[in-house]
């Protein structure tokens, strides 16, 4: 769970099948990470979302980047909308004191 977590984006979304095979981990421990609600798979080619990321991650809204899978990830849990941070446009800076 700890290789996820690092590879992750900011939405908390991951291409697990990189990580697994970087670390020599079996399908078998994805299975058990699912059956135990802790990531969600998202599609056939392993795009997995780590179901508590954003509560245990406080990421600034003017630093967030969207994930490129989000909107994968609202297609199969459109649940998940509340969730998720809402990027925040910088305001302009008025420069050094």
């Known amino acids: 769970m700890t290789f996820l ?3 992750s984006d900011n939405d908390g979304i991951v291409e697990t099948y990189g990580v697994m095979r970087m670390i020599g981990a079996a399908d078998d421990d994805l299975r058990v990470l699912v059956e135990r609600g802790m990531v ?3 599609d056939d080619e392993w795009i997995t979302y780590i179901c508590h990321f954003q509560e245990f991650n406080k990421l600034d809204a ?3 980047q969207i994930s490129k899978h989000r909107q994968l990830l609202l297609q199969v849990h459109p649940e998940l909308k509340e969730k998720l941070i809402t990027p925040k ?3 302009k800076s008025h420069g050094i004191p």
Request: charged share 35%; glycine share 8%.
């Open 5 to 7: 977590i690092l590879d």
């Open 62 to 64: 003017r630093n967030f």
């Open 89 to 91: 446009k910088r305001g």
């Open 40 to 42: 969600y798979v998202l």
